[in-house]
């Protein structure tokens, strides 16, 4: 069956790009729907609005066969509708993501044509002029070479454009090539980097705005860190999806990904040798967005290794955030589990608490170098002086007289003694006479033991204040790796707590889980930050170390970007009025509206409802927002009906109604009024002494009345929705709940809040 479709399709006239095309030519849209059904974070989260209308292609075991479905919707664009305005509401950070996929793969494509097939570069010729104008911007001029008298790179270059290369083969290719110095080569191997990052950024962009993406600056980078030894070449081994499975869908471009390079130099023998080795730990620095924007960053994990913990860290004003690998998948998340295998927290324990502490112990321990050091210094002291104190017995036996005594000696006393015993008559009685010879021999003979000694406790020392100062430096080498190593995780670990895989950090930056995004919470000026990617090694000191292919995104957004159904009510009444004229819904909110009720049929899904009147608005460089302490005017300036119509005061008067559906159903409404005095009349009893309490101004309450009456209009629209849409019985279940969440909701003005019955 799948055959037959294929033949079926395979030869159609391609006669339309369906109903969106999105700038995309009918095989990118294939290309793109391939991924984003086979990626389970980005089928997640906005696989529905790529809605395929073909039919269903299966391999036996009853799974869809996208490689299939992909030819169709090639040779039948109109099988496939791409909802780019659903899309847009998407995390903007998974959006960059399926960009920067397609991006990859079409610079793979490109660079495997001129590798291989002349003909087939033909259809990329605009591409691959765009990459090679970028190359050849950042070689060195010793790289380059005329062509028909423009500048070309060096045909060995091109070779290392290969990504089924992996580093150590690509560094080898151009060490080999004497007409460079290795500062040249460190600067062949930036360039091919800049080229391949600019290349992707700028299409993954093009791309990301063709799928509805907005953002006024739009970062994408490819990193990788490892010791370059094992990566494997774009679709020759295929990206792991979130469940840990293998995913042929998704090509690993990993061969794609830049590593870092530096020249290290090595003596031996007094001669210096020189190599290109890639960085093990990558540092790249980047700006908040500043102007009261949310600094948004998308993570997405490429290469990883199940059995080393994919670490990455952020730093802002001092303060890191962590994001560890799970083991399991290729997600990123504060929490440090990790149940098998290494972390890079592990090898830093490793070093401080085993290695530094040993050595520690060794050299300052109760039983350690300096005191064994202290003990032999003692004894070598203790020696010397005995030394002394003998030679100087020494010396005085040589000043002392011989003498000869007239009394026996105890000899003679014990030789006569023996005689008259054994009967003789004769014995020794040799008067006594004495030289101290024997004396200074056995003196003598004590000096030369103790000049041993000394010298055996000199020796000790010697050798143990080697060892010690050989201890010292290596702890002092472990202690360099163990402050580089904690550099790298950073000094002050910021707190979090954690809700439903939203995680919210002590200065209110938050990491999504679900989607893989990390934010910065808007400030006025930009602030410096960056990102570490770090390779986790084999040990603390081995150059060998695990490889780690990291795809970062950051953009700007607006609070609230994502929200499900996101209306924006600009000047739609009248003058110190609330009178509503207009729908707040239309046909192209259709499928919002319907997810919408999806949600609540679901009864486990929390629902909220938060109505404010916010009275003044000013605008903070973003969005509007409650003026904190208004300052109001009593007219327009100049020309009322002009200044009136002036962006200044229009975008200020404003409701904004916003529904997000991510963890919970949370509907809120502001409306805002511009700086005006306003003249509103008939103010009844309730909020006039509400205003007196509390120091509420005209605007204020007129605000008010104006979310009341969206919420009166958001009620009545989505009953009658709920009945188009949906059946009886799954309509009944959405009313009620809808209803009678919005019956108990207050709407807030100021400090105080007033139940719906106060404005009817």
């Known amino acids: 069956m799948k055959n037959f479709y294929v033949l079926i399709f395979?030869?159609?006239?391609?006669?339309?790009?369906?109903?969106?095309?999105?700038?995309?030519?009918?095989?990118?849209?294939?290309?793109?729907?391939?991924?984003?059904?086979?990626?389970?974070?980005?089928?997640?989260?906005?696989?529905?609005?790529?809605?395929?209308?073909?039919?269903?292609?299966?391999?036996?075991?009853?799974?869809?066969?996208?490689?299939?479905?992909?030819?169709?919707?090639?040779?039948?664009?109109?099988?496939?509708?791409?909802?780019?305005?659903?899309?847009?509401?998407?995390?903007?950070?998974?959006?960059?993501?399926?960009?920067?996929?397609?991006?990859?793969?079409?610079?793979?494509?490109?660079?495997?044509?001129?590798?291989?097939?002349?003909?087939?570069?033909?259809?990329?010729?605009?591409?691959?002029?765009?990459?090679?104008?970028?190359?050849?911007?950042?070689?060195?001029?010793?790289?380059?070479?005329?062509?028909?008298?423009?500048?070309?790179?060096?045909?060995k270059v091109m070779q290392m454009l290969n990504p089924a290369l992996t580093f150590d083969e690509k560094a080898a290719i151009i060490e080999n090539q004497k007409f460079l110095s290795f500062d040249e080569m460190k600067l062949v191997m930036d360039a091919i980097n800049k080229a391949v990052n600019a290349y992707v950024e700028v299409r993954a962009f093009e791309i990301f705005k063709d799928l509805g993406g907005e953002a006024d600056s739009f970062n994408n980078l490819l990193i990788a860190a490892g010791d370059g030894s094992s990566t494997t070449g774009m679709l020759e081994e295929r990206e792991k999806d979130e469940n840990g499975k293998w995913n042929k869908g998704l090509p690993k471009a990993v061969g794609l990904f830049p590593?870092?390079?530096?020249?290290?130099?090595?003596?031996?023998?007094?001669?210096?040798?020189?190599?290109?080795?890639?960085?093990?730990?990558?540092?790249?620095?980047?700006?908040?967005?500043?102007?009261?924007?949310?600094?948004?960053?998308?993570?997405?994990?490429?290469?990883?290794?199940?059995?080393?913990?994919?670490?990455?860290?952020?730093?802002?004003?001092?303060?890191?955030?962590h994001l560890f690998g799970s083991g399991e998948t290729r997600f990123l998340s504060p929490d440090s589990t990790f149940s098998n295998g290494t972390t890079f927290q592990a090898i830093i324990n490793d070093l401080e608490f085993n290695k530094i502490a040993k050595l520690n112990e060794k050299i300052y321990g109760k039983k350690g170098l300096d005191y064994w050091i202290d003990y032999n210094t003692k004894k070598?002291?203790?020696?010397?002086?005995?030394?002394?104190?003998?030679?100087?017995?020494?010396?005085?036996?040589?000043?002392?007289?011989?003498?000869?005594?007239?009394?026996?000696?105890?000899?003679?006393?014990?030789?006569?003694?023996?005689?008259?015993?054994?009967?003789?008559?004769?014995?020794?009685?040799?008067?006594?006479?004495?030289?101290?010879?024997?004396?200074?021999?056995?003196?003598?003979q004590t000096i030369v033991n103790l000049y041993n000694q000394f010298e055996g406790y000199k020796q000790k020392i010697k050798a143990l204040e080697i060892e010690k100062q050989e201890t010292i430096d290596q702890m002092a080498i472990y202690q360099?790796?163990?402050?580089?190593?904690?550099?790298?995780?950073?000094?002050?670990?910021?707190?979090?707590?954690?809700?439903?895989?939203?995680?919210?950090?002590?200065?209110?930056?938050?990491?999504?889980?679900?989607?893989?995004?990390?934010?910065?919470?808007?400030?006025?000026?930009?602030?410096?930050?960056?990102?570490?990617?770090?390779?986790?090694?084999?040990?603390?000191?081995?150059?060998?170390s695990d490889e780690v292919m990291l795809h970062v995104n950051i953009t700007n957004a607006v609070p609230n970007y994502d929200a499900r159904i996101n209306l924006s009510l600009v000047d739609v009444f009248n003058s110190d009025a609330w009178d509503l004229d207009r729908s707040l819904f239309n046909e192209e909110d259709s499928v919002s509206v319907r997810m919408l009720f999806e949600a609540l049929l679901d009864k486990k899904m929390p629902l909220s409802i938060i109505c404010r009147g916010q009275g003044v608005g000013e605008w903070n460089g973003a969005c509007v927002v409650k003026m904190e302490k208004p300052e109001e005017l009593t007219n327009y300036p100049g020309t009322p009906s002009v200044s009136k119509m002036d962006s200044a005061f229009l975008r200020l008067r404003k409701t904004e109604v916003m529904i997000d559906l991510n963890r919970e159903i949370n509907i809120q409404?502001?409306?805002?009024?511009?700086?005006?005095?306003?003249?509103?009349?008939?103010?009844?009893?309730?909020?006039?002494?509400?205003?007196?309490?509390?120091?509420?101004s005209k605007n204020d309450i007129l605000s008010g009345f104006r979310t009341y009456t969206v919420l009166s209009k958001l009620k009545k629209e989505l009953n009658l929705l709920a009945g188009k849409y949906m059946t009886r019985e799954e309509a009944k279940v959405v009313i009620d709940r809808l209803n009678k969440e919005i019956e108990k909701t207050k709407i807030s003005i100021g400090p105080t809040s007033f139940s719906l019955k106060d404005f009817e």
Request: glycine share 4%.
């Open 10 to 155: 395979l030869f159609l006239h391609i006669t339309s790009y369906g109903q969106l095309n999105e700038g995309l030519n009918p095989e990118e849209r294939a290309y793109l729907f391939h991924v984003v059904k086979k990626s389970p974070i980005l089928n997640e989260n906005f696989g529905r609005f790529f809605d395929y209308q073909g039919p269903e292609i299966k391999f036996p075991n009853q799974t869809l066969n996208y490689d299939s479905i992909e030819l169709l919707i090639i040779n039948q664009p109109d099988l496939l509708v791409i909802r780019k305005d659903e899309i847009a509401k998407s995390p903007k950070g998974l959006i960059a993501e399926a960009a920067n996929k397609m991006a990859l793969w079409e610079l793979n494509k490109v660079l495997h044509a001129k590798r291989t097939d002349p003909n087939d570069l033909k259809q990329y010729k605009n591409e691959y002029a765009t990459f090679e104008s970028l190359l050849v911007s950042a070689l060195p001029e010793n790289a380059l070479r005329q062509d028909n008298g423009e500048m070309k790179p060096h045909p």
């Open 259 to 321: 590593y870092q390079a530096v020249v290290e130099k090595t003596e031996e023998k007094r001669k210096i040798t020189e190599k290109l080795e890639p960085k093990r730990y990558t540092v790249s620095n980047f700006k908040t967005s500043g102007g009261n924007e949310l600094t948004n960053i998308h993570f997405d994990v490429w290469g990883y290794n199940t059995s080393k913990q994919t670490t990455v860290v952020l730093e802002k004003n001092g303060l890191s955030y």
């Open 380 to 444: 070598r002291d203790a020696t010397e002086l005995k030394i002394e104190k003998k030679e100087k017995e020494y010396s005085d036996l040589g000043y002392s007289p011989i003498t000869t005594s007239v009394k026996p000696s105890g000899k003679v006393k014990r030789s006569k003694k023996k005689a008259i015993k054994s009967g003789a008559h004769l014995f020794d009685a040799t008067p006594t006479t004495k030289s101290n010879k024997s004396e200074r021999k056995n003196l003598q």
């Open 480 to 544: 360099r790796r163990l402050d580089q190593f904690k550099q790298y995780m950073g000094y002050k670990w910021a707190s979090f707590t954690e809700k439903d895989g939203l995680y919210t950090f002590e200065d209110s930056s938050t990491f999504d889980l679900n989607t893989q995004e990390f934010q910065f919470q808007p400030t006025q000026e930009q602030e410096d930050f960056e990102i570490r990617l770090i390779s986790i090694p084999e040990s603390c000191l081995s150059s060998s």
């Open 669 to 696: 409404i502001n409306s805002y009024t511009d700086p005006v005095r306003s003249s509103l009349q008939d103010i009844p009893a309730v909020f006039q002494d509400a205003m007196t309490r509390y120091h509420l």
